[in-house]
Each structure stands twice: as C-alpha cells, then as structure tokens.
C-alpha cells in the first residue's frame, strides 16, 4: 500500500475528510530537517515549497513557479492532480465545501495560512480540527529522528554585535508595540538574537529551538539541553534554559494582565490557541528580528565581502576548468559539482554549501530548482547551457551565485536569451531608487527585456541573503507579487539579483549575482555588487546592448580582474585577463 493510501485509510478510519500537508516544520522553516519531509512522504514530491491536500479519495499537490516541471516527473499522477500555487484560493472554492472535517497539525499552519483556507471556504476557525498528533508521524514507520547536534556560539568578530545590545534592541521594538512578551518561532531569527548556531538542518547552520522574550532582562531558550551543554556558561548572563516541551506550560503562566506578541506568518498557530485557551492577552506583530537582522551592521557587510571575494575565486577556478581541462565525455553533472566543491572546501572559514548545488546541463537547466540524483545524473554534451547554481557558508557570511555557461558553440537563440537575461540583470544592479521602494516596484526591470519578446520566468528577481544564516532571508524580496514582496527594501540589506529564462525540455539561463543596498549622497539607495566571478561573454549578442550596458559589463569584468587575478594560478590569470577584456 503507497504512502498516500495509508493516509487515506487514516483519514476514513478517523472520519476526516481533508487533510492538509504543508511542506514545512513546526517552525515555519522553507529548509527543513529529514524527519520534518511530510509531504515528501506523502507524495515523493522533494522541492523546498508545496502544499498537498489530501482528500478520502483523491489528493492535490500545489507548486509555485521553480517547481512546475520538478512535481510532474516527481509525483505520481494517478494519485495527485498538480495545481499552481497561484491557483489555490479558486481551487478550495471550486472543489471543497463548508461542511467537510478538515483536520490540520496546528505546528505546521500561521494564522495567516489559516485564514486563507477559512476565507475560500468561507467557515470559522471553529470548523477546523486541530489534531493532536500528525497522522503522518503516526504512519511513518521509519520517519527519521530529531536532529540533536551540538549548537555553538557565533563569534562577536563575525556577528558584530552583542547579544545583550539585540536583546535589548528588540525589547524596544516591542515595547513601542505595547508588547510584554513575544513567541519567537523562526529559527533564524532565534539564530541571530542569540549568535547562536548548530547543524539541525543540512546547510543551514541553526538549531530547532524556541525562544520567549518577556519584561525580565534575560530571555526564555526552550531547546534540548543536551545541544547546550558546552556553551551554557556563555549564554547564561542572556539567557534562562527550559525543556523544548515545556514551552506551552510556561506560555499558560504569563500573567493574564500582560500582552503576548504573534507573528501572523512566522508563528505557528498552536500558540495562538495556548493563549486562546488559557485566556491570555494576545496581539499580531511582525517578528521584532525581521529588520535588525536583514539590515546587516559593518562587520557583517565587510564579512560578506571577504566571503564573496573567497567564494568567486573559487567559482573562477571552476570556470577555467570548465572551459579548457573539463573532458567532456567524461563528465557528468555531479563529477561538476563535485569539481567545484573540491575547490571551496579549502576556503578560509569555509563551514559548508548553502544548499545544495544546483548543476544541470542542457535540458536539465530548464528546471530552475533541479536537484541531481544518481538517476537523473546526465553527462555533459558539446553545443549545450550549463547552468550552476551554488553556495556556500562561511563563518563570516553566506554566498549564492549562479553562471550560466556554454559548453562548445551556443545557438542564436541561446545568445539572444542569455542576453536579455543579461540586460534585466544590469537594469537592476544599476538602478537608483527612493528610500521605501517596494521590491515588487524593482522586478519589472529585470523583465522588460524578455517581455518584448514574449517570455518571462516564474520565480523570483531576488531574495534575501542571511549572515551565515539561511541563503533565503526576510522581509525583503525582489519578486511580481506584491504579497511576497511587499516589504521596503532598506539600507544594508543583502538580496540577490538573478533574473532568467528557461526554454522547456532543452536549456535554462540564470545570472545571479549578490547585492548590498547602499546609500548615494541624494538620499538614494543603490545596489553594490559583491559576487565577483567572470560572465560568459561567448552567450552574448552584442548588438542587443547599449552602451551603458557594455560599460556595466566592462567595469564589472574589470573589477572581476582586479579583485581575484593574484589569487589565481598564472595560467588561470592569463585565462581571466582574456575573458575580462573590454567589449566594444
């Protein structure tokens, strides 16, 4: 019997009739740890955002944009009808009706994702069931156990600034929102207030851990005391220790007269209930942490640019093997991957990748979030687009860069697509804009190019960047939407910049580079460019570019050649120099 099967079961044995299966944790995390993949189990679906529901017969899977061709070759369409995100309000209201028992896992629903689902079906909170244990866990025979890796303190010289200085930072913050105490639930957030870190989730380095702030000096740390045992001493003046289960216990003892802050998104709606049921006072804020931690201070933003001029040297290294010692039939994507690896892992305050690399040639390429397998494993062909997706994580910041790369001789369509890509990329690390611009206002730019032609892609422009922290950080985006992207983007952010395009079943193109948001003397903002690593100007067409283009192209290159030509071999310096030169 499939996975899906045993939880249909479940649900007619319980007299369920939908069940809902967000692909997150009982954090709200978009990276999640091994036993945390419930909609992977359900439904062999392995991307990093998805949302199943589960009926007593029939079962939807819903996917954004990066996923749209991944699910289809993942997922078993007998068993799932696969929806776009975009569609999923119309969807309950079309297909589900007001009457079913809908049964949710309160940890893995916000408030905010609630409503949705309330407002389609048009019911009360009171309608839904809140299931005491996950079905899923229930059913998982051999569900992985909890990660239980040693957390560790992240170090004054790269975090720049003190944990009593944050705490008391953000106990300001909360204060002008008349705000007593506050249920901390994202894990980065928690990571940062505390510069704390650890290994419960693969490339990210963060600990599963909640956190209470309240009136008193030192903070509530819910976590296994076992993941702390070494570092105690260093949090002890900040900090009070309490059991990862006892949260709901201490949350039911704030005195009823005090004020509880939730974050509609970020926190899971279990504690919302825990105040409801115990009659405390609660408010909606945004998690305190957001800002202060997005707008990076100057030891973080001078970290991210050693760590970025380490990273591009790297990614250098690797783009020289590429073009003239890679053997191409004897090369496959994961022997890539495996190559540049080989050259970050020795790095300076190297801790480990991002993510995991995205290293896809030819058809691959055109799934923008493709993931190699031993049995997608494709090797390499002459005439084909090789796209790199990669990062790493240092102690003193986290990369993310993407180049796009002709194997052989490209086609003109390659070149006309990569170029225009290319020109929506410079449109928005050139930009000048006020201070309080949206990142919905920026996106049009990275498009305008590809959508005189009629083509577009179904992600993102840009996302934030964390300080060894998750490569995908919040508020600020750069995307269509402008409920994903609603947020100002502000000084002393990080985001990327990688606008692309992906031709189905053949090739994919994306450019990214990382950008710090800085202040010009009107006032302005703009965006510095700290990705340094060489372009493919063999994918260009020049006659598509204007010359404030080709200068963009001219001086970034030249910078390119200046920051990383004396940490190169001579034969790669020599190599550089030529893919640098000028173009007129």
Same mark, same amino acid.
């Given at each position: 019997?499939?996975?899906?099967? %045993? ?6 044995? !319980? ?8 692909? &997150?944790?009982? +954090? ?33 899977? +819903? ?19 696969? /929806? ?7 969807? #309950? ?48 025979? /051999? ?10 303190? =992240? ?20 204060? @002008? ?28 380095? *963060? ?14 740390? +819910?976590?296994?005391? $076992? ?17 990862? /289960? ?19 998104? $970020?926190?899971?709606?279990?504690? /919302? ?7 405390? $006072? ?70 480990? %990748? ?9 058809? =691959? ?5 493709? =993931? ?7 090797? +390499?062909? !002459?005439?084909?687009?090789? %796209? ?39 449109? #928005? ?7 309080? &611009? ?6 049009? %730019?990275?498009?305008? @190019? ?10 993102? &422009?840009?996302?934030?960047?964390? @300080? ?11 995307? $269509? ?27 994919? *193109? ?75």
């Amino acid at each position: 019997m499939s996975n899906l099967s %045993l939880l249909q079961k479940w649900l007619k044995e !319980n007299n369920i009739d939908v069940f809902i299966v967000p692909r &997150t944790d009982e +954090f709200l995390s978009e990276y999640i740890a091994s036993y945390a993949e419930r909609l992977k189990w359900v439904s062999n679906f392995s991307g990093s955002a998805g949302y199943a529901i589960i009926m007593q017969d029939t079962a939807v899977i +819903f996917v954004d944009g990066r996923y749209t061709e991944q699910v289809k070759q993942q997922v078993n369409k007998n068993d799932f009808v696969i /929806e776009h995100f975009n569609n999923f309000s119309l969807w #309950l209201k079309k297909n589900l009706h007001n009457k079913l028992r809908i049964g949710i896992d309160p940890f893995l629903h916000s408030k905010n994702n609630l409503t949705v689902l309330l407002r389609a079906l048009n019911i009360k909170d009171k309608a839904i069931i809140y299931l005491k244990n996950n079905p899923i866990d229930l059913l998982w025979k /051999e569900q992985p156990a909890r990660p239980n890796s040693k957390a560790f303190i =992240h170090k004054l010289s790269y975090s720049g600034k003190r944990i009593v200085s944050k705490i008391k930072e953000i106990k300001k913050i909360l204060k @002008s929102n008349d705000c007593d105490y506050y249920i901390l639930t994202a894990l980065d957030s928690i990571a940062w207030l505390l510069n704390l870190r650890g290994d419960d989730v693969l490339y990210f380095p *963060i600990n599963l851990a909640y956190v209470i702030i309240t009136p008193d000096k030192k903070v509530e740390l +819910f976590i296994d005391k $076992k993941k702390i045992s070494s570092i105690r001493n260093d949090l002890a003046i900040n900090v009070n220790f309490n059991d990862f /289960e006892k949260i709901n216990y201490f949350i039911l003892n704030i005195p009823k007269q005090k004020t509880i802050g939730i974050d509609k998104i $970020k926190t899971p709606i279990f504690f /919302e209930n825990i105040c409801k049921r115990g009659g405390l $006072k609660f408010k909606y804020i945004n998690d305190p942490c957001l800002y202060p931690k997005a707008q990076k201070n100057k030891i973080e933003l001078n970290g991210a640019r050693l760590a970025n001029l380490r990273d591009g040297i790297s990614m250098t290294k690797f783009l020289y093997w590429l073009k003239n010692e890679m053997i191409i039939k004897d090369t496959n994507e994961i022997i890539a991957s495996q190559k540049l690896f080989s050259f970050r892992k020795n790095n300076e305050l190297f801790y480990s %990748l991002s993510f995991d690399t995205i290293s896809a040639i030819g058809k =691959h390429a055109a799934l923008p979030h493709y =993931h190699v397998t031993k049995q997608s494993n494709q090797q +390499f062909q !002459n005439n084909s687009i090789y %796209l790199v997706d990669s990062g790493a994580q240092y102690f003193d910041g986290t990369t993310d860069i993407t180049r796009t790369i002709i194997i052989g001789q490209p086609t003109i369509e390659h070149k006309d697509r990569f170029t225009r890509v290319l020109k929506g990329h410079i449109a #928005l690390a050139s930009i000048n804009f006020k201070i309080g &611009t949206k990142g919905s206002t920026l996106d049009s %730019l990275a498009r305008k @190019s590809l959508q005189e032609i009629g083509c577009d892609y179904d992600h993102g &422009t840009g996302h934030g960047i964390g @300080s060894f922290l998750c490569v995908h950080e919040g508020p600020q985006r750069i995307a $269509k939407s402008q409920k994903l992207s609603n947020n100002q983007i502000k000084e002393n952010m990080i985001l990327s910049n990688e606008p692309g395009f992906y031709q189905k079943n053949q090739y994919g *193109i994306r450019i990214e580079n990382l950008v710090i948001t800085k202040k010009n003397k009107n006032n302005n903002l703009f965006f510095e460019t700290i990705t340094l690593a060489p372009i493919d100007t063999n994918l260009l067409e020049i006659r598509l570019l204007t010359k404030k283009e080709l200068l963009w192209i001219n001086k970034y290159h030249q910078r390119v050649y200046d920051k990383l030509s004396n940490h190169l071999t001579i034969v790669e310096k020599k190599w550089l120099r030529k893919v640098t030169q000028p173009i007129n």
